[in-house]
């Protein structure tokens, strides 16, 4: 079911969308559509509130009014805090890991992660997944595995030089 087919269905839903800056928020309009309540927030508080996703959506956790499913997609950090910060209430809590995927078939095993003790691809296997049983560590570790070869390809990238 698309996001506003959820909305469109009778659902409440309240949306948290956070970036950086307010240069790097995305489709706030469309996403106001199929929002009952929209929450913006940037780290830097250039719009919307000032911080990370996690503080409004501990507010909503703790506000008393129960939560059906939390549904996250971003950054590995952030989908980690917001599994921790649904973890205590138990409210089901799902992630999307397509920030992970490579070639879309498995082939590659870029995408390889454990969730509730199984390997898993995201690309096949998902890319959704229950964040209360994903391996975070693990996979944010993996995921730092090239980050120096990446930055220096980023370096060449912006130099406009080939890449060693």
């Known amino acids: 079911m698309a996001d506003y087919e959820i909305f469109e269905a009778g659902n409440v839903v309240h949306t948290i969308v956070g970036a950086r800056t307010r240069e ?41 009014d129960a939560l059906d499913a939390v549904y996250a997609v971003g950054p590995l950090p952030m989908l980690r805090a917001v599994s ?46 229950d964040a209360h049983a994903v391996d975070f560590d693990e996979l944010i570790r993996r995921n730092r595995a090239w980050a120096a070869q990446e930055r220096l390809a980023d370096e060449h990238a912006r130099a406009g030089r080939e890449a060693p």
């Open 84 to 129: 921790e910060a649904t973890r205590p209430s138990g409210v089901r809590t799902v992630v999307s890991l397509n920030p992970i995927m490579l070639d879309g078939t498995g082939m590659c095993g870029g995408c390889r992660v454990t969730v509730a003790g199984q390997m898993r691809f995201a690309c096949v296997d998902g890319p959704e997944f």
């Open 24 to 64: 790097l928020l995305i489709l706030e309009r469309e996403i106001a559509r199929c929002s009952a309540h929209l929450t913006l927030a940037t780290e830097d508080g250039s719009h919307g509130r000032r911080g990370r996703v996690t503080a409004p959506l501990q507010e909503l956790l703790g506000a008393g």
